[in-house]
């Protein structure tokens, strides 16, 4: 079975600082990928994802993630953090199993704050 | 264009009754999650469903019934109400073609069960 684990509960940044969030996978196929953020009292929006080719992904508000077969990591990145950016991240890993049933497990989440 | 969406947002309920919340997508989806999230577990999968009539249990089913007579539509019954059911539950739907298996979510619904 898949399993996901985002090593960092929570992280603070200045604003204007870059960001890196972590996030290491367990899966014995190439995984499907997503990181979701969830602003307070909201559901998930999908930030980006990851299928299959450039290892490199651009989503949006600026971030992107990569891919890393060898580390099994898909760290989520931004250049500059602004203040809207402080919510919580979820990474997820996607998996088929029992033919064609489908599921994405979670981590548990990375709560970011951002300092003005 | 609505989306998905789940009723009610909030509700209060007390132990030992059945309340049942509901979710509803625009978008023809194929496949419907619900999942509960708590602090320090993340998200964790209750049930889903592949189609209409067609349901399966996730990771913590127990306590929770759940049917799917319309596409559209994918309703989670707790049938009988413990404290330990209170979370906030999130209903999600998914395309699943071959280029497509992101979930979208819904708003959530926090239920309390006193």
């Known amino acids: 079975a898949q399993s996901v684990t985002q090593p960092d509960i929570h992280i603070t940044v200045s604003e204007g600082a870059s960001l890196e969030l972590r996030c290491n996978y367990s899966y014995g196929a190439t995984p499907y990928l997503f990181w979701y953020v969830q602003s307070p009292g909201q559901g998930l929006q999908l930030l980006l994802k990851y299928f299959s080719g450039d290892t490199l992904v651009q989503g949006i508000k600026g971030f992107e993630a990569e891919f890393k077969r060898s580390q099994s990591s898909f760290n989520l990145r931004k250049p500059s953090v602004h203040w809207s950016d402080a919510a919580e991240y979820f990474c997820?890993?996607?998996?088929?199993?029992?033919?064609?049933?489908?599921?994405?497990?979670f981590g548990k989440g990375t709560l970011l704050t951002v300092n003005p | 264009d609505a989306g998905i969406t789940q009723s009610p947002r909030y509700k209060i309920t007390e132990t030992g009754r059945q309340v049942t919340l509901m979710c509803h997508q625009t978008?023809?989806?194929?496949?419907m999650f619900w999942y509960r999230q708590d602090l320090g577990h993340g998200l964790r999968l209750i049930y889903y469903s592949a189609a209409a009539d067609i349901t399966d249990k996730g990771e913590v089913p127990d306590g929770y019934v759940v049917s799917r007579s319309k596409t559209e539509n994918f309703p989670l019954t707790l049938e009988s109400a413990t404290r330990s059911q209170t979370s906030v539950y999130f209903c999600?739907?998914?395309?699943?073609?071959?280029?497509?298996?992101?979930?979208?979510f819904g708003p959530g619904t926090r239920l309390t069960v006193t």
């Open positions: 997820a890993v996607g998996a088929l199993s029992g033919g064609s049933n489908y599921k994405l497990t």
């Open positions: 978008w023809s989806h194929s496949y």
């Open positions: 999600a739907s998914s395309e699943h073609s071959t280029s497509s298996y992101e979930q979208y």
